[in-house]
């Protein structure tokens, strides 16, 4: 089931949220702060072993990786570096590459919920119609039993409610 809510992320009682995080891991702005902010010091300590073994050079774009809750309701934070919205390059394929991995590596944590913010539409520009239609499409055969998209303005929450809708049309 897809569910497209307004809200806050970091209060989301599901099995997972989805970090929309740079490359560092380190934390940053959006929902990256506020994920980091609200979930505490072990999500940042996680990302720090991570960026000390496998992902020395950070987390590449598409990408997902997973790290505690912390002190938020959800069990884990998935990570997943976004691309930057390109008039000159084509990058839909590495966008929609987050939520797929996202989803994989949810599924092999054997989280059965998920959320996810509107990945690459605030700092990095994506155009919010571009990215709902992306990320609609990249999770729509998902077998997760509850994929919730939190949107955290009027804006975006309308954009992604119409896009869900013409899409269930079509």
């Known amino acids: ?3 497209i809510v307004r809200g806050d992320i970091t209060q989301q009682e599901v099995d997972a949220v989805v970090n929309a995080a740079n490359s560092s891991l380190l934390g940053g702005g959006g929902v990256d702060g506020a994920i980091h902010r609200k979930g505490g010091p072990e999500i940042l300590a996680e990302c720090r072993k991570l960026r000390a073994s496998r992902y020395g050079k950070g987390l590449p774009t598409g990408q997902a990786v997973a790290t505690t809750a912390g002190n938020l309701p959800a ?3 998935i990570h997943t570096v976004g691309p930057v919205w390109s008039k000159s390059e084509e990058r ?3 966008l929609a590459d987050c939520h797929r991995n996202s989803l994989a590596v949810a599924a092999e944590l054997g989280a059965r ?3 996810f913010p509107a990945i690459s539409t605030g700092v990095y520009r994506w155009p919010l119609e571009s990215a709902a239609e ?3 499409a990249a999770v729509r055969d998902s077998s997760m039993e ?6 955290f303005d009027d804006n975006a929450y309308r ?3 119409a ?3 013409s899409g269930e049309a079509g």
């Open 134 to 136: 992306i990320a609609l």
């Open 92 to 94: 839909a394929h590495l």
């Open 75 to 77: 069990r884990w934070v």
């Open 146 to 151: 509850l994929i919730r998209f939190v949107l």
């Open 159 to 161: 954009v992604f409610k």
């Open 1 to 3: 089931m897809i569910e």
């Open 113 to 115: 919920s998920i959320a």
């Open 163 to 165: 896009q869900f809708a």
